[in-house]
């Protein structure tokens, strides 16, 4: 298949993960975000939307999580994983850990923290960096209503022992996975099916200057 975008050791494939992670070769971390299935709208807060409330918006791509089939492809092509949305999929991987991510906000409509299965160090770690995607900051790089900061992916990267190489985000949604692999030097591989989200996730890459964050302790 061709790529959407290449360039510098970054791929971006739009398509269906389901028909494309079969034709690729296994990575050393798979670092990803599946929709949790709770439905096809996604709250934002009104500063998102321009406005004074809460609304909820629809998307096409949040109406069920990935089944068991799909997270033993993930399984296939990857030698370490951290999937976020593991209390929502139960899929916390045998003699791994998990870290749960202090979002650092307080809006009564929206979760405190997220949590991601880990296959590596038995433990739950807890890191803490804001979701300026939805304080009054509102650092938010795209339009996409549930971007994640980068600063988040950089830390689950160095997480995991070892220098991988190689990141792969099947359900790469703006590209927060592949921008941070770029910041430390990594290749990656990210499988988006809403093409506007693949033009979002490309043009952040296109940019030449980021904003680097200093390196924060593991254990916070």
């Not at 296994?26 to 709250?43: A, E």
Request: a negative charge.
């Amino acid at each position: 298949m061709k790529p959407y975008y290449e360039h510098a050791g970054i791929t971006i494939y739009h398509g269906d993960c389901r028909e494309i992670l079969p034709t690729l070769p296994k990575c050393d971390l798979l670092l990803t975000d599946p929709p949790f299935g709770v439905g096809n709208f996604v709250q934002v807060t009104g500063r998102l939307m321009g406005r004074g409330k809460n609304h909820a918006i629809p998307v096409t791509w949040n109406e069920a999580p990935p089944d068991e089939s799909m997270f033993a492809l993930f399984r296939e092509k990857s030698k370490h994983r951290i999937i976020w949305g593991a209390n929502f999929f139960n899929c916390f991987e045998e003699r791994g850990g998990a870290i749960i991510w202090d979002k650092e906000q307080h809006m009564p409509n929206f979760s405190k923290a997220d949590i991601a299965s880990c296959t590596h160090f038995q433990k739950t770690e807890i890191v803490r960096i804001p979701w300026t995607n939805f304080t009054v900051t509102h650092k938010a790089e795209s339009d996409h209503p549930c971007e994640r900061p980068t600063e988040i992916y950089e830390w689950c990267i160095r997480y995991i022992p070892g220098e991988h190489q190689t990141i792969l985000d099947p359900f790469m949604g703006s590209g927060s996975t592949l921008v941070a692999a770029k910041n430390l030097g990594r290749r990656a591989i990210g499988i988006e099916i809403e093409e506007r989200y693949c033009e979002i996730a490309a043009k952040r890459l296109s940019q030449e200057v980021f904003d680097f964050q200093p390196e924060r302790e593991l254990s916070t």
